[in-house]
């Protein structure tokens, strides 16, 4: 992961947890999800490709209330 990165991790991390604090806990488990995908596309060195996204080969799935959600 480089280094210059992980800013983005500690920002998901701070929001999680002001979520949580604030007892926003769906909120809260979606940012663990960010977090989750965010630190997986930042070790494996994807970022800044295109067609990773949900369905793409490069999708494991989604964990917790993002997997059972309904998106419009």
């Known amino acids: 992961?480089?280094?210059s990165n992980e800013?983005?991790?500690d920002l998901l991390a701070?929001?999680?947890n002001v979520a949580a604090?604030?007892?926003m806990?769906?909120?809260s488990e979606h940012l663990d999800d960010a977090l989750l995908i965010a630190a997986r596309e930042?070790?494996?060195g994807i970022?800044?490709?295109t067609g990773a996204g949900v369905g793409d080969?490069?999708?494991d799935g989604l964990s917790g209330p993002a997997r059972s959600h309904e998106f419009p």
């Open 1 to 3: 992961m480089n280094m």
């Open 7 to 9: 800013w983005m991790l």
């Open 14 to 16: 701070d929001i999680r």
């Open 21 to 23: 604090r604030n007892a």
């Open 25 to 27: 806990f769906e909120l």
């Open 42 to 44: 930042l070790r494996s």
């Open 47 to 49: 970022c800044g490709t």
């Open 57 to 59: 080969a490069l999708d």
